[in-house]
């Protein structure tokens, strides 16, 4: 009775959080309904007596994982609500429509093949261990990743180096020298500085002509030329952050 | 086997517990706080300064690299735990894999440091003194020290009361 | 298998039989007793900083609510409540107002684990393994002094300072300012990297217990040790380095000083929660201090005995674990005090340097040394009286070369780093 409804309250949350994760507009927001996702999956174990998977569930993908996500999204600078009528690779959505709908196939296909329709009975092997002596599998589930898994294990380390690897190669700017920035991202850039400018300068203007009305004048050019100050040292700032620290 | 979870039980109830506090303190405050909200208040804050520039978009890639290294520790630990449980009864056997694991996690780390990735302080420059800075120009020509030593004493004025005189 | 089976249950007995309204009941009561402790505690907890930095810095402190100020706290939050809670317009509103529970939920849920009392003087005598049994008045059952014992034990602890990392991280990502953003990444950079650290020391406390659970980590620990005085404590058996690793890694991941960056003064105003006010801060503020005794609770729990020590009247025998377990438990306190009084603050790169550079490595080299110890002890058993066989001295050689080998790649590598950087050849 209670594993049912134990079942029923993390299917609901699991379900929820993986809508959410491609329905929210804000990747942060994605990045939490992913962690939600997560924890129901961790309760889900607990409640299959799988406690040590439990542990690393929330350990390495909320604690780790996640963490590494939200850093790209945050520190890259893509936190911001997305267009999403902007396909960025021509193709992508098809493709992965047809990728999404034959997983789901293959799901219940997988499903249906099983002997119990609702357990999947068949694909399940059974305890690790003969007996669980202490109500506690990390034992087994120990014994079985450094005897029978053994292999398995090592490659997992081969793996992780191969991680990073790439990372430092992708994250590496050697020998100092900056990659050419596209001259069309420069423009752009420049033009869109010197519309912010502009806006700046036509905004403080107006705030001036308004003071000028009410029998103030004279401060316009002194508050106008602080306008471009100021955004002169914004870009510098900015410059400063990206690259030191 | 019965079911271990009401072993978690204890746990459920006191996360129960815990939000409940949480969100009963938010609606206590929520009823017993003014709200007067105006711009200025609910501008970022900056020190009294009115905000110039935006939020920093861009953090060093550095950041990055620390949770690519994190996750690789952090399922090798995972990894740890069942070992540290039964290394026991695994023997030598069980020893050997894990260095081998370990090697090959150990291996990572020393390449990431080795190309500077957990460096963080700022980068010392190897770069010769500018001529304009003058080689004399020293902390001990520049600083004077506190005290009498060194303090430039006219001949004609009377000396300062030194401590044994003042006795 | 050739370790030692584990006779302990490693579960709470008052779940053996099912859940029924009795065992419902006891829990809600214990529950309800950790979350008024706690509370309390973390108000003692504030009074006793704030009361002891200002002795060690010649002043009086807080000295106005109640005897010498002890309930300086309790004001300090009532008037929380009426203040005025903000919210920047350029803040996130949900992730917001999600950000406090993030940390103030897993700094209660750690403290589920830990025993705080129970007669765990001999692992021989069922009756003496932490135990307690209640009078037949009230039901007869037996339970452990901890809320609960469930079987991922210490892992918790470990899932929930991942968990608190995010309410680090959004709190500044959703005050959509610049020092709380900031701040909020240096903390999780931070955190994250003390968690590795911290991790690895645990793994040595695994290696000694075999057992995940804490009721077990601290059974295990019962009884004397060498010479039959010196306690069979974990911060002994380990050989220290853990211990000193895990206090270290400990303080990072509070954010306490010397290791506070996160809300250095100087540069970012207050950190990760300069935008919260109210009764919000107040609850990034409990968290903090929570989370101080948990970690406290924990480090007895692991490397000190728990609630072991000797119990010296019999006639209130259940009292004394509970003493014991404070006693060490105001010893860290105290100590956590004394770094903040006495260290000053950490820079960046330090702070990185030191979790990564040092605390990893060591922790990483004594876990395997450790480990191999366990091992070789096991396979050659010393049975022929003299101190060392030529079997073990020949892999402790082995070992040595290995953790060497280790060592020697590891500096070649920061040395190769610094060479690097002086030629700026590298930049991230």
């Known amino acids: 009775m209670v594993e049912i409804i134990v079942f029923a309250v993390c299917a609901a949350i699991v379900l929820v959080g993986a809508v959410g994760v491609i329905a929210a507009r804000n990747p942060v927001h994605s990045a939490l309904f992913l962690i939600q996702t997560l924890f129901g999956m961790a309760v889900l174990f607990i409640s299959l007596e799988a406690h040590f998977l439990a542990a690393v569930q929330v350990v390495v993908y909320a604690g780790a994982i996640v963490i590494l996500f939200l850093f790209v999204i945050m520190l890259l600078g893509v936190d911001q609500a997305e267009d999403l009528n902007i396909e960025p690779i021509v193709g992508q959505r098809f493709i992965a429509f047809i990728v999404g709908a034959a997983t789901f196939v293959l799901m219940v296909a997988t499903l249906a093949g099983s002997s119990d329709a609702i357990t999947g009975q068949r694909q399940a092997t059974g305890p690790l261990g003969d007996e669980l002596t202490d109500n506690n599998n990390v034992r087994e589930l120990a014994e079985a990743l450094f005897t029978d898994y053994v292999f398995a294990f090592e490659a997992t380390a081969i793996l992780l180096t191969i991680a990073v690897v790439g990372a430092v190669v992708l994250a590496k700017r050697t020998s100092g020298e900056m990659l050419p920035v596209p001259q069309n991202t420069l423009e752009i850039r420049e033009a869109d500085y010197q519309a912010r400018v502009d806006a700046r300068a036509a905004e403080l203007e107006a705030n001036a002509a308004a003071a000028a009305e009410a029998g103030e004048d004279g401060s316009a050019e002194a508050s106008s030329a602080a306008a471009s100050d100021d955004d002169t040292a914004d870009d510098e700032m900015a410059d400063a952050e990206g690259g030191d620290a | 086997m019965e079911s271990t979870l009401g072993q978690y039980l204890p746990v459920f109830a006191l996360l129960v517990l815990a939000a409940l506090f949480a969100s009963l303190s938010f609606g206590a405050s929520r009823l017993l706080a003014p709200r007067r909200p105006n711009d200025k208040k609910l501008a970022p804050y900056e020190c009294g300064i009115i905000p110039a520039k935006d939020t920093p978009e861009r953090f060093p890639v550095r950041f990055f690299l620390i949770a690519m290294i994190f996750i690789v520790f952090d399922i090798e ?27 090959a996690v150990f291996e990572s780390f020393v390449y990431l440091v080795s190309n500077g990735a957990l460096d963080w302080g700022p980068i010392k420059k190897a770069r010769l003194l500018s001529p304009a800075v003058s080689a004399e120009r020293t902390t001990t020509s520049t600083v004077r020290k506190v005290g009498l030593e060194g303090r430039y004493v006219p001949p004609t004025s009377p000396m300062p009361d030194a401590p044994e005189e003042a006795a | 298998m050739a370790g030692l089976t584990n006779t302990l249950a490693g579960l709470d007995p008052l779940f053996l039989n099912g859940v029924t309204l009795e065992v419902l009941i006891i829990v809600l009561v214990k529950v309800v007793i950790s979350f008024g402790v706690l509370l309390v505690s973390v108000m003692l907890m504030v009074w ?57 939920i897993p700094a209660f849920l750690t403290f589920a684990i830990i025993p705080i009392g129970g007669n765990f003087s001999d692992p021989s005598d069922p009756s003496k393994t932490g135990i307690i049994t209640l009078p037949d008045w009230l039901g007869g059952e037996s339970t452990y002094l901890q809320l609960a014992d469930p079987p991922v034990g210490v892992l918790l602890f470990l899932a929930m300072s991942s968990i608190a990392v995010y309410g680090v991280m959004l709190a500044g990502w959703a005050s959509g300012s610049k020092y ?12 994250v990297s003390y968690e590795a650290a911290l991790g690895l020391s645990l793994a040595t406390i695994f290696l000694q217990s075999r057992s995940l659970s804490t009721h077990d980590i601290v059974a295990d620990q019962a009884g004397a040790g060498w010479l039959g005085i010196i306690p069979h404590w974990n911060v002994i058996v380990t050989g220290f380095v853990p211990f000193v690793v895990f206090l270290i890694a400990a303080t990072a991941e509070l954010n306490r000083p010397p290791f506070d960056l996160v809300e250095a003064e100087q540069e970012l105003v207050g950190g990760f929660h300069t935008e919260y006010s109210s009764i919000r801060f107040a609850m990034f503020f409990l968290a903090e201090f929570m989370n101080t005794v948990t970690l406290s609770a924990i480090m007895v729990t692991l490397f000190f005995g728990g609630p072991a020590g000797p119990i010296l009247w019999d006639g209130v025998a259940w009292l004394w674990p509970i003493l014991w377990f404070l006693l060490k438990l105001f010893v860290f306190l105290f100590t956590f005090v004394w770094f903040r009084a006495t260290l000053p603050r950490f820079r960046y790169d330090q702070l990185m340097d030191l979790g990564w550079k040092v605390l990893i490595p060591i922790s990483l080299g004594w876990f395997l040394f450790l480990a191999g110890r366990n091992v070789v002890d096991d396979r050659w058993p010393n049975t022929n009286g003299s101190l060392f066989s030529v079997e073990v001295l020949i892999l402790l050689g082995i070992t040595i070369a290995i953790l060497t080998v280790g060592a020697l790649l590891l500096y070649s590598a920061i040395r190769n780093a610094a060479e690097k950087r002086e030629l700026e050849e590298v930049t991230f």
């Open chain 3, 48 to 104: 006793f900083e704030r009361k002891l930095v200002s002795d060690m810095q010649n002043r009086i402190g807080p000295n106005r609510a109640g005897p010498w100020g002890i309930l300086q706290t309790l004001a300090d939050g009532i008037k929380l409540f009426f203040k005025e809670d903000l919210q920047p317009d350029s803040s996130d509103p949900f992730v917001f107002k999600l950000a406090p529970y993030l940390s103030l």
């Open chain 2, 77 to 103: 630990i995972i990894f740890f735990y069942p070992y540290a449980i039964i290394h026991r009864g695994l023997g030598m056997f069980g020893l050997i894999a894990l260095l081998i694991f370990t090697a």
């Open chain 3, 180 to 191: 709380p953003l900031l701040g909020s990444v240096r903390a999780s950079a931070q955190m």
